[in-house]
């Protein structure tokens, strides 16, 4: 136990409060190990050994290595994953950095009071970061929630609308289909369009629309996580319509016009940061009219008037987001983070197009997702081969949803080009071996 309780004080501490590789033998035991007097002298034989395996972490005061370095110099994996997704190196060397005493406050943000001045300063600056880089107007709300996205499919019908009022749903896929099911149960929901029988491969054209006229809200997925497709212009409802979107795995991955919706919410794992955060960016005159069976943590007014400190938020979910905002703006916005979205996807997407059918994307390319890549290939045994040797060389999290199988990349904004580089590199390795 003394040792174990050493590992995880001493990976706690600050890069600049652990020894170097020359001192580690010589004052090993001035590491501050936080244990008990008995623990300590049981454990100051380990000391050499544990300071030894927390320093292979690069120092944190080496810039170039916060950009530069490959993740598998650091030990660290290309990492797929559709979410919780792969965030900035240099977002979590800085979080490491700040972990145990942020910024000399003598407390981690895991230990603060969110009412405290240290919180109220990390939640206010995450806030102007993002409306900083979306642009989002001053008649919208941001709000920092929990539940995930999934808690919004009841939370926006509840809030922007009465029990016999209509909402259209476009289902798109997955998410949408889940968001018009919840939907149902706070409002005459419907179906104006479904890409089901296609097996969710498309979206539909500006004239295949047919919208409930006086519907109040019409709803739309912007990026559809399990099945890759993508909104590249997004529908106006007309009239006094609103449009509400799911942007959880696209948010911040390119410039949107915030003022065409109504409300926007999605989940922060993906693009954003770690789970546990959802934002809400909503029309302040659109709050205060909530149904009276709204439970009052899905009630969008109570959090903007408490400004998203009605109950203790995610707060260190809500300061690595604002390290992110801060970072995406540091490297040009959101206009240069679609930029490289664009060419790192494009570069996937011809590798499958090139393959002569060994790899297939099912999704009509006028659709195709930056974010979420799915390919299959001719049998499950194959794929499940790829999967290996992906895994075996540093690309992980390549396994598509259980619900379609086959293959994901979820290349988002965090995803260095050198992963889809990686990636690429293999396809053609493997097809090479193992085309007929």
């Not at 997704?85 to 979590?92: D, E, F, G, K, N």
């Not at 939640?123 to 001053?138: G, T, V």
């Not at 959802?278 to 659109?286: E, F, G, N, Q, S």
């Not at 997407?349 to 999704?363: E, L, Q, R, T």
Request: proline share 5%.
């Amino acid at each position: 136990m003394a040792v174990r309780n050493m590992q995880l004080q001493t990976a706690l501490l600050p890069q600049r409060d652990l020894l170097t590789a020359d001192q580690r033998f010589s004052t090993a035991p001035s590491c501050r190990f936080f244990t008990s007097k008995t623990s300590l002298r049981r454990s100051l034989s380990a000391a050499p050994r544990l300071c030894r395996a927390v320093l292979s972490t690069p120092s944190l005061k080496d810039e170039s290595k916060h950009q530069n370095k490959e993740y598998e110099d650091d030990g660290r994996v290309f990492n797929f994953a559709a979410g919780p997704a792969t965030l900035p190196a240099s977002v979590l060397k800085q979080a490491q950095e700040e972990l145990y005493n942020w910024r000399g406050s003598g407390m981690s943000i895991m230990e603060m009071s969110h009412r405290g001045k240290e919180f109220t300063s990390i939640i206010q600056n995450a806030e102007a970061s993002l409306r900083s880089l979306l642009k989002i107007p001053d008649d919208y709300a941001v709000l920092f929630l929990q539940g995930g996205a999934t808690t919004q499919f009841a939370s926006v019908p509840l809030n922007l609308c009465k029990p016999e009022d209509t909402a259209d749903y476009i289902v798109s896929g997955s998410w949408s289909d889940k968001a018009f099911k919840e939907g149902q149960k706070y409002c005459t929901a419907k179906v104006v369009w479904s890409g089901k029988s296609n097996k969710y491969t498309d979206l539909p054209q500006p004239g295949e629309l047919s919208l409930t006229p006086g519907a109040r809200f019409l709803h739309i997925c912007a990026n559809e996580t399990i099945h890759g497709v993508e909104f590249k212009d997004y529908p106006s409802p007309g009239g006094d319509t609103l449009l509400v979107a799911d942007m959880s795995s696209n948010f911040c991955s390119k410039p949107v016009d915030v003022s065409k919706f109504a409300l926007i919410y999605a989940g922060a794992q993906k693009n954003i940061g770690p789970s546990g955060v959802t934002i809400v960016i909503v029309r302040k005159d659109l709050l205060g009219n909530s149904q009276k069976i709204t439970p009052v943590m899905l009630d969008y007014k109570i959090h903007a008037d408490n400004n998203s400190l009605y109950n203790t938020p995610p707060c260190f979910g809500i300061y690595v987001c604002g390290l992110v905002f801060s970072d995406l703006l540091e490297k040009g916005g959101l206009r240069a983070a679609e930029q490289r979205n664009i060419e790192k996807a494009k570069l996937l997407y011809d590798a499958i197009d090139a393959s002569n059918g060994f790899f297939k994307c099912p999704v009509k390319k006028e659709v195709r997702s930056l974010m979420n890549v799915p390919f299959t290939m001719e049998t499950p045994d194959l794929e499940a081969a790829f999967l290996k040797e992906a895994a075996a060389g540093g690309m992980v999290q390549l396994k598509g949803h259980r619900s379609v199988g086959g293959i994901r990349a979820s290349i988002y904004n965090a995803m260095p080009k050198a992963g889809v580089e990686k990636l690429v590199a293999l396809m053609k390795s493997f097809q090479e071996r193992h085309a007929s």
